[in-house]
């Protein structure tokens, strides 16, 4: 059973294009979360997806970034005109449905973000 | 809003030391608890979890004791190994949110 997967897995652009970060979740697994590592920092929430729907987009940046998790297809976090402070590493999580808040998110390798 | 902190790191032992970190949250209701460790690289990996307080959380040697009394969910292992070198993050989910709760990370070095 294939974990969670993201690519790439390191991305660079240069300031004012934009990044597209995909990830499949587990089989099985219907809830999609992103979150966003800077350097030498903890994980923050960015967004809670299931099929077709946002959930939880509460740690998203107002601007530039969006999210989907379309019927068929990976997941993907896009930011828009990208700058320096993005640079960072995007990490996504999936888990089962229907199980309550007490199942387990299981993350992908991530994807590392640098911006130049 | 609910928030994890955890020691400051770097941890730095020797092979076979007795390990703790500290781990204490913030939180209204009754969350779950959790530790994931990130090796170099790589994605995080659940270590343990606990959703109830008392319950005891273990997994390759590590364990964590849920403590509502204290707020606490302190990581120990009895005798660390230099393969334990990694970075461990303490989290919370609270009731009615799917988002985990991080804390900022501790590093732990082992050496031979």
Partial sequence: NAGVMQNPRHLVRRRGQEARLRCSPMKGHSHVYWYRQLPEEGLKFMVYLQKENIIDESGMPKERFSAEFPKEGPSILRIQQVVRGDSAAYFCASSPPGQGFQETQYFGPGTRLLVL | ?112
């Fill in chain 2, 1 to 112: 809003g609910d928030s994890v902190t955890q020691m400051e790191g770097p941890v730095t032992l020797s092979e076979e030391a007795f390990l703790t970190i500290n781990c204490t949250y913030t939180a209204t209701g009754y969350p779950s608890l959790f530790w994931y460790v990130q090796y170099p690289g790589e994605g995080l990996q659940l270590l343990l979890k606990a959703t109830k307080a008392d319950d005891k959380g273990s997994n390759k040697g590590f364990e964590a004791t849920y403590r509502k009394e204290t707020t606490s969910f302190h990581l120990e292992k009895g005798s660390v190994q230099v393969s334990d070198s990694a970075v461990y993050f303490c989290a919370l989910k609270n009731t009615g949110f799917q988002k985990l709760v991080f804390g900022t990370g501790t590093r732990l070095l082992v050496s031979p």
